[in-house]
């Protein structure tokens, strides 16, 4: 890297998204989940833009991050994932599916932030209890729901993936 | 009535949509990228009163990638008017919003300037750079006294910052008070609150120069009115101008209004002749987006020693923030309407002002004024039941309207001005409320709160029951047309997250005799749509399924027509017309059919909440042990889907009750502009909502529906509430709707939680 960049010249961010390598390009500046709608992942959702809501929720390296609290250079070099990767094909997973069957959304804008959340947490902590997941999805804000469905769907989901990993 | 599948009414039919959603491929607003897209950003108050001298945009135009900035001065003097001309006043309409602000600004988040740049990070770069010169005034700020005289005004042109004055009377005040062995007399406030749906708003406009059309991106819920809206100040006949509804990422009643950015990004395109983006920030949203709720009321309420409720007087103050908005006055119509509630008063005198102040414009957020009107009268009637030393329960059930009663109405008497008649047409509120308190299990729920309490527990049980009118005209309609593929309805009515396609789709293949997958349910264009009056006052699944009902029935007509035989006699199936000959006529041939459904007045309903809490006396946090609500929704059409609504609404109001507060400081500056200050619940606080649903059959429509959008959030204020004080004790006297962790410490030791002139000091 060398010299100063003029403000909003954009560097290429070259990022592995859904395994897929990608040639971005980007200013230094522009967010992780900005760079990432621009290629196309609009399930990316910016609900509050400062890390509270969790709408924009990926996953980095099998980990869930907020994607709008980081920058799209910070993500070269990294596996990120978004709520595509979930689908089977045309079908819906068994989180997503989990979530139909729970009623575990409404509008739908904060479901793939929470979709990510609880696949990356139940990654990280397949055998967590009903109290751990519950203060995860506490992470993420739902205003349609009640978020009691969420945390049914991922129960659902803890036992359908302990079955057939 | 028999189709393939047997009654679709009633049953809970998968959500359409849902893959869509679950897959990330919905296209929300700001998913659309069209060729040559810029993006706006707009310029806001920093004051929240202070003269307008000046708006300097040279160093903004100069910043590469600036197309344009733009100030009152560029566009037409134009106020954007009032939707919904409930008890309008000469008044209200001097207090009208420019699109951007002319001479004064009177809120923080008003806008001021626009700018518009090929990058959304460079026009929010620019906006930084426009010079808003502000020389300050004293701001207004508290509700009660906003209208006094001597007060800055908001507004040269009114003598005052009040812009109706509504009263009611029914019945002999003074003998039903005279009569009273107790009154109670409090001061109640409800607190400002933000409907804050996950997705802010948004808009994509775009003129095509060659047709002549603009079309608006982004619009929900009232897309006609905004149609209409845009024409006139844009000059483009109504047939120009596209209003297209996109996924929407919650409503609750503040998304899809006309704002003034819809007047001014469609302005923009049209100016600048190439597509124009904007999304509002978070920030914005929380500053720009009509807020809710907040008010005063000096309420006493006159008994007998035995409980029986005489009669009450409420002296109110009704804030609408610094302008009238689309849904006009309202913020003061709708309490007053709900404010007797369900029991059988003697007499009761109301007066209610609708006052400004320096804060962001108020309108409706969900269950509007039937929420706040809910808490003050229902907090009232547990303050006079602990006076009474009776179980509030049976205080509530003895002074309920009764069944042999309806239909019944509470007719304004003399001196009265401003409103209209309260009627209930129908129901049963005592047995509704016995089946509430049964589902609630309330007798165990009282032995509970014993128990905790012999272990030195603070433990509280909490209900409030309300009527909530619904349902509102005054009419929509609906083209049904059949074809070889299928059903397609028509509607002008919109889509807010809630799953309305859902169920009129249900009511369509229920009444044609079809495939509930062969109906599609449209309204998303306004160019496809003839009219109709939006989604809101829980009127979607009434109206339009009714107006489905009467186009089915004129299909009925126009098919026995051609078969020569009555219309009763005919039989629809999968797309077919049989008369009682055998003869069959396919539908598709008989074209588009219009169906119609006009309703006067408001469809009312009884409904509650119940409500049991514990509270934690070293730092004042709630804890919701059960909630329930009961609704007589007259006909479920998809249960699912209204559990989903009911349950959401009230998951909403805890959240309102508990956490959630816009608060303001002595300046005028908003405390609650980011998620991490506006605390909305999330899974570690909320509790599973229990639901009574209630079906008493409505006559004022066909189908029997009743109102269930919004009905889970009316009793939630109030029922956590008196939960609160129940568990506090020693005539906790509670009286804010809000029961932060902050006011509940308070209360426990024996502070207000109220202070000064009435507004809640700041949470430390």
Redesign the interface.
């Known amino acids: 890297m060398a010299g100063w960049l003029a403000p909003?010249e954009s560097v290429a961010v070259n990022l592995t998204v859904n395994g897929e390598a990608r040639q971005a390009h980007a200013?230094p500046?522009?967010t992780l989940a900005d760079a990432l709608?621009e290629e196309g992942?609009?399930?990316v959702?910016?609900?509050?833009?400062?890390g509270?809501?969790g709408?924009c929720t990926v996953l980095i390296d099998g980990a869930p991050v907020r994607s709008c609290l980081m920058l799209a250079v910070q993500g070269r070099g990294h596996a990120i994932e978004?709520?595509?990767s979930l689908?089977d094909g045309d079908d819906?997973g068994a989180l997503?599916q989990a979530?139909?069957d729970n009623?575990a959304?409404?509008?739908?804008?904060?479901?793939?932030g929470f979709?990510m959340l609880i696949e990356g947490f139940l990654r990280l902590e397949p055998e967590a209890s009903r109290q751990q997941i519950?203060?995860a999805?506490?992470?993420?804000?739902?205003?349609?729901?009640?978020?009691?469905g969420?945390?049914q769907a991922a129960l659902d989901f803890q036992s359908t993936r302990r079955r057939s990993p | 009535m028999t189709t393939a599948h047997g009654p679709l009414i009633g049953v809970s039919a998968p959500r359409r949509k849902n893959l869509e959603l679950l897959a990330g491929k919905a296209t929300y607003v700001a998913d659309i990228g069209l060729e040559g897209q810029a993006y706006a950003r707009v310029v806001r108050s920093s004051s929240a009163h202070a003269r307008l001298l000046g708006v300097d945009c040279s160093d903004a135009l100069r910043v590469p990638g600036v197309l344009d900035v733009i100030t009152a001065a560029d566009i037409d003097d134009i106020r954007i008017p009032i939707r919904l001309p409930f008890a309008e006043s000469p008044e209200a309409n001097r207090a009208l919003q420019a699109p951007l602000a002319r001479d004064v600004v009177r809120y923080v988040g008003e806008p001021v300037a626009v700018v518009v740049a090929t990058d959304p990070y460079v026009a929010e770069d620019a906006a930084e750079l426009v010079l808003v010169d502000l020389e300050e005034m004293d701001p207004v700020v508290d509700t009660a006294t906003a209208g006094e005289p001597g007060r800055p005004r908001l507004h040269s042109s009114l003598g005052s910052n009040t812009v109706n004055q509504l009263a009611f009377r029914y019945g002999d005040i003074d003998a039903a008070f005279a009569e009273a062995d107790i009154v109670v007399r409090r001061r109640l406030r409800v607190h400002r609150l933000a409907a804050a749906p996950m997705e802010t708003r948004g808009l994509v406009a775009d003129y095509d120069r060659n047709s002549g059309v603009l079309t608006l991106w982004g619009g929900a819920k009232v897309k006609h009115f905004t149609r209409s809206l845009l024409a006139r100040v844009l000059g483009l006949e109504p047939d120009k101008v596209r209003v297209v509804e996109v996924e929407v990422g919650g409503g609750f009643g503040t998304r899809g209004e006309p704002y003034p950015e819809d007047v001014l990004i469609a302005w923009l395109a049209r100016r600048l002749e190439r597509p124009v983006q904007w999304i509002e920030d978070r920030w914005e949203h929380m500053v720009a987006t009509n807020h809710a709720r907040e008010q005063e009321h000096d309420i006493e309420l006159a008994a007998t020693a035995e409980g029986q409720m005489l009669g009450f007087r409420v002296r109110g103050w009704c804030d609408h923030g610094a302008y009238i908005r689309t849904q006009g006055l309202l913020p003061v119509v709708l309490p007053m309407l709900h404010m007797p509630g369900p029991y059988q008063w003697q007499a009761f005198s109301m007066d209610l002002d609708a006052v400004l102040t320096n804060r962001t414009p108020v309108g409706t957020y969900r269950g509007p004024g039937m929420t706040e009107a809910t808490f003050v009268r229902e907090r009232m009637v547990d303050i006079l039941a602990a006076e009474l030393h009776m179980d509030p329960a049976d205080l509530r059930r003895r002074n309920l309207i009764p069944a042999e009663s309806m239909p019944f109405v509470f007719n304004p008497g003399p001196g009265s001005s401003g409103v209209m008649p309260i009627a209930y047409q129908s129901g049963d509120f005592v047995e509704s409320f016995d089946e509430m308190l049964a589902a609630a299990d309330y007798h165990e729920l009282r032995a509970g709160r014993q128990r905790a309490r012999s272990r030195d527990g603070k433990a509280g049980v909490g209900m409030a029951v309300y009527i909530e009118f619904a349902a509102v005209g005054p009419f929509e309609e609906v083209d049904i047309i059949c074809d070889g593929r299928g059903v397609t309805v028509r509607a002008g009515v919109g889509s807010v997250g809630q799953g309305v396609e859902t169920a009129l789709a249900q009511i369509a293949a229920e009444l044609l005799g079809a495939e509930l997958e062969d109906v599609s349910v449209e309204f998303h264009d306004t160019a496809e749509i003839p009219q109709g009056f939006g989604a809101f006052a829980s009127r979607s699944t009434v109206l339009v399924g009714n107006a489905i009902a009467a186009a089915v029935n004129e299909i009925r007509i126009k098919s026995a027509e051609l078969l020569g035989c009555g219309p009763d006699g005919i039989e629809l199936h999968r797309g077919n017309a049989t008369g009682p000959d055998g003869r069959t006529v396919p539908l598709a041939e008989l074209g588009g059919v219009r169906g119609r459904f006009d309703k006067d007045g408001l469809t009312a309903s009884f409904g509650g909440a119940v409500c049991s809490a514990s509270v934690d006396p070293a730092d004042g946090r709630v804890r919701l042990d059960r909630f329930l609500v009961a609704h007589d929704v007259g006909r479920a059409v998809n249960p699912r889907l209204l559990r989903g609504q009911l349950a959401g609404a009230a998951s909403q109001g805890i959240g309102g009750a508990l956490f959630e507060e816009l608060a303001y400081d002595d300046n005028g500056q908003p405390l609650s502009v980011t998620l991490a200050d506006y605390m909305m619940p999330t899974a570690a606080e909320l509790t599973p909502v229990d639901l009574a649903v209630i079906e008493h059959g409505s006559p004022s429509n066909p189908l029997g529906i009743k109102g269930g959008g919004e009905a889970g959030m009316v009793g939630s204020l109030g029922a956590v509430v008196n939960a609160v004080a129940d568990a506090i004790g020693d005539g906790a006297d509670l009286l804010s709707s809000s029961v932060s962790p902050a006011r509940v410490w308070r209360a426990l030791n024996h502070q207000s939680s109220l202070d000064g002139a009435g507004r809640p000091a700041m949470e430390t």
């Open positions: 909003d200013p500046r522009r709608r992942f609009t399930s959702h910016l609900g509050c833009e400062h509270v809501c709408a978004t709520v595509e689908c819906l997503q979530f139909d009623d959304l409404q509008c739908g804008f904060c479901t793939p979709l519950v203060e999805v506490s992470s993420n804000l739902c205003r349609c729901t009640g978020a009691v969420i945390v």
